[in-house]
């Protein structure tokens, strides 16, 4: 797997990534404020055709818009994250679609210190689904994507407005 903006600190085991947050790190494209950001940290590999991926998130999360998730990518202006987002001092799962400009969906997070996340896609079409750990996953977004081949997949994590945070990616797999 490689990094798309590298972040200072990370370290990877069998199992686990963890990773530190640079400061003002972002994926994001036009919408509310004309900005393009596209220095997130993305830790991906290459995937063709139909593709299933998940991991468990979990994070330090502590300033507005602190957030980490699975990332599928075709280039700088199309991709798709999603994961937990800070808004307002609350968790939330997020899901941003870009297609040249970015759009955002938000759903109160359940309580808990963790979330598996997935992402499937079958052609063009692409779901996203969350739940506790261990336990059923709910769709959470439908939506068009590109079926071009290869595009990038992983995991990601961005500070847009703070100082840092520390996540954790465990149990992630990657199966065509």
């Known amino acids: 797997m490689n990094w798309l903006n590298e972040p200072t600190t990370w370290r990877k085991d ?13 994926f994001w494209r036009l919408t509310h404020d004309g900005g393009i950001r596209d220095s997130g940290h993305f830790f991906h590999q290459s995937a063709s055709g139909d593709f299933v991926m998940t991991a468990i998130v979990e994070g330090a999360y502590r300033e507005q818009y602190d957030q980490s998730g699975l990332m599928i990518r075709l280039n700088e202006t199309d991709w798709i994250k999603c994961g937990i987002e800070v808004v307002d001092g609350k968790q939330f799962v997020s899901a941003v679609v ?3 400009t970015s759009d955002w969906s938000k759903l109160l997070a359940p309580k808990s210190d963790s979330l598996t996340f997935r992402i499937q896609r079958t052609r063009d079409l692409v779901e996203i689904f969350y739940g506790e750990p261990n336990s059923k996953l709910e769709l959470y977004r439908q ?3 590109s079926s071009e081949n290869p595009i990038q997949v992983g995991l990601m994590t961005a ?6 945070f520390s996540t954790e990616f ?3 797999s990657i199966e065509s």
């Not at 069998?14 to 972002?26: E, F, G």
């Not at 500070?159 to 840092?164: A, E, K, N, R, Y």
């Open 14 to 26: 069998d199992s686990t990534l963890s990773v530190r947050s640079d400061p003002k790190t972002d």
């Open 98 to 100: 870009t297609r040249s």
């Open 143 to 145: 939506t068009s994507f």
């Open 159 to 164: 500070s847009p407005s703070g100082t840092g």
């Open 170 to 172: 465990s149990e992630w």
